[in-house]
């Protein structure tokens, strides 16, 4: 398969699958509904951010609008930094990294734009999809969180608190591999002898 090819199935697979999981979850379960997945350190737990990590937020309805343009003009980049990584025959695994980091930017990027438009709230509710009274405006939807972890749970402390979804597991696993495969995505070009 060539590198092209495996650029677009890694992105188009990632996508369905973020945007699938987000949708099941909010069309099946009320906002702060968790469901116990593997003992106690795997919940699935339904809440929604306005986009940045950990539910940050700045600047109100204007930061928002800041955060989801940004991301879409780093989209841009992220398509450029892809499609000469294809041109130059990086390694596979890069390719495969700048693909995934591309998908989970363009999912959470699917729910800022585009969920405020097409669900009603989730707030003591399931959620309808294509609902006739959704709960926002374009470029104004939340994003879909519910991947839970917490590796410990004491009474004042959680290990690993973070409460996230297939777009940002996407994101991790391509700056891991960007990691690991640093010298063949980062070559340092040779200087010509004098």
Not at 173 to 180: D, M, N, P
């Amino acid at each position: 398969m060539s590198k092209k090819n495996i650029a677009i199935l890694t992105v188009i697979l990632a996508i369905l699958i973020d945007q699938i999981s987000k949708i099941y979850v909010k069309t099946h379960f009320q906002l702060g509904e968790e469901v116990v997945v593997f003992h106690d350190w795997f919940k699935i737990h339904f809440t929604e951010n306005n986009g940045m990590a950990w539910g940050f937020e700045f600047g109100g309805k204007a930061g928002k609008l800041f955060l989801t343009l940004f991301r879409v003009v780093a989209v841009t980049g992220i398509v450029y930094w892809l499609w000469q990584s294809i041109k130059r025959k990086a390694h596979t695994a890069v390719i495969i990294a700048i693909s995934l980091i591309l998908a989970g930017a363009v999912g959470n990027i699917i729910d800022s734009v585009f969920y405020g438009v097409i669900f009603d709230t989730s707030y003591h509710n399931v959620a309808t999809l294509f609902s006739d009274n959704p709960y926002g405006e374009l470029f104004y939807g939340k994003v879909v969180d519910m991947l839970y972890f917490p590796i410990y749970e004491g009474e004042n402390f959680t290990f690993f608190n973070a409460i996230f979804n297939g777009a940002d597991s996407w994101i991790t696993i391509g700056v891991a591999l960007l990691f690991i495969f640093n010298k063949q995505a980062f070559p340092k070009e040779e200087k010509e002898p004098k």
